[in-house]
């Protein structure tokens, strides 16, 4: 089942820099999308989100992009800075109201910001 | 910060055994789920529960898997004849109902199953 994809298992910036984390949908019914940043031996952590009405949200030095014709989305980290080092996983979702309540996640990206 | 806390943080159990992972969700959340992850691979949707009931579940959750809400603050799932296959971070997971989708995680359960 391979509904989000993220087909970068690895990326590794620089401190300061952008930090650019891409992710694909096959399924044409997602309409809300979630990124999610995950520690080792933690849990996946919410980060930002975008419903399929918008192109675009941004939460301080985060932003995700949502190309709805592409069926991609990604996620832009400005400036990067060595705490973000981390597995970012993008999760999608059918139905924001009444919809299905699956999340279904991407395989995640291992984000390394070095200093 | 309220946060959704799950114990124990690793449970190692024999083939065959019964195992209860709980959760404790965020206390006014009213959606509750279990998800799996197992070593290498995506996390998994297992199950979905809202007013006392399974509102949805994937086909991983068959007849072996159970969930309780048993009082106001714990949310259990219940694995009753364990498998070498069900070994995997179990996660927990809750919602307001006023928010718009965004699910809060709890930091996991590693089930070892041998």
């Known amino acids: 089942d391979q509904q989000v994809k993220q087909n970068s298992p690895s990326l590794s910036v620089q401190e300061g820099r952008i930090s650019i984390l891409n992710c694909d949908y096959t399924n044409s019914m997602f309409d809300y999308f979630l990124w999610y940043k995950k520690y080792p031996a933690e849990g996946p952590t919410f980060l930002i989100s975008i419903s399929s009405i918008k192109d675009k949200n941004e939460d301080g030095r985060f932003t995700v992009f949502l190309n709805k014709s592409a069926k991609h989305l990604s996620l832009h980290i400005v400036p990067s800075q060595p705490g973000d080092s981390a597995v970012y996983f993008c999760a999608a979702k059918k139905g924001t109201q009444g919809g299905s309540e699956k999340l279904v996640f991407g395989k995640g990206t291992k984000l390394t910001v070095n200093p | 910060e309220p946060e959704v806390t799950q114990t124990p943080s690793h449970q190692v159990t024999q083939m065959g055994q019964e195992v209860i992972l709980r959760c404790v969700p965020i206390?006014?959340?009213?959606?509750f789920y279990w998800y799996r992850q197992i070593l290498g691979q995506k996390v998994e949707f297992l199950v979905s529960?809202?007013?006392?009931?399974?509102?949805?579940k994937s086909e991983i959750f068959d007849d072996q898997f159970s969930v309780e809400r048993p009082d106001g603050s714990n949310f259990t799932l219940k694995i009753r004849s364990t498998k070498l296959e069900d070994s995997a971070m179990y996660f927990c997971?809750?919602?307001?109902?006023?928010?718009?989708?965004?699910?809060?995680f709890g930091p996991g359960t590693r089930l070892t199953v041998l």
């Open positions: 529960f809202y007013n006392n009931e399974i509102s949805e």
């Open positions: 206390s006014n959340h009213l959606y």
């Open positions: 997971a809750s919602r307001v109902m006023s928010s718009y989708n965004e699910q809060f």
